[in-house]
């Protein structure tokens, strides 16, 4: 499976963006697919996940409320819905999948994903 993110750049606070990440292999709708950031001098952080299914989402907190995921198996995509956007939410955005078909737990380290795309730049200014 290969993954590619898309749709970073720069926002003011306060705004908007959405990220999309198009996965491409057999099974993709298999998979569960996540969205992991990593800002500058830190370690790479889960931001929200989808089971294969779509039914199950996972956030992490400084996201819920603001931060939405949703998922296109016909488009073998993932979306990262950002609003609200803070100075703080600025980072290089990471699509993953887990390889391990239907997999119904919950989703919320980097170890649960073992296939990654590149990053998108996103920034937000104050």
């Known amino acids: 499976v290969q993954l590619q993110a898309f749709g970073g750049g720069l926002v003011q606070a306060g705004g908007s963006l959405r990220l999309s990440c198009v996965a491409s292999?057999?099974?993709?709708?298999?998979?569960?697919l996540g969205w992991f950031r990593q800002a500058p001098g830190k370690e790479r952080e889960f931001v929200a996940a989808v089971t294969s299914s779509g039914l199950g989402k996972y956030y992490t907190d400084s996201v819920k409320g603001r931060f939405t995921i949703s998922r296109d198996n016909a488009k073998n995509s993932v979306y990262l819905q950002m609003n609200s956007l803070k100075p703080e939410d600025t980072a290089v955005y990471y699509c993953?999948?887990?390889?391990?078909?239907?997999?119904?737990?919950?989703?919320?380290?980097?170890?649960?994903?073992?296939?990654w795309g590149q990053g998108t730049q996103v920034t937000v200014s104050s």
């Open positions: 292999g057999p099974l993709v709708s298999y998979y569960g």
């Open positions: 993953a999948a887990d390889l391990r078909p239907h997999y119904s737990g919950t989703y919320a380290t980097r170890s649960d994903f073992g296939c």
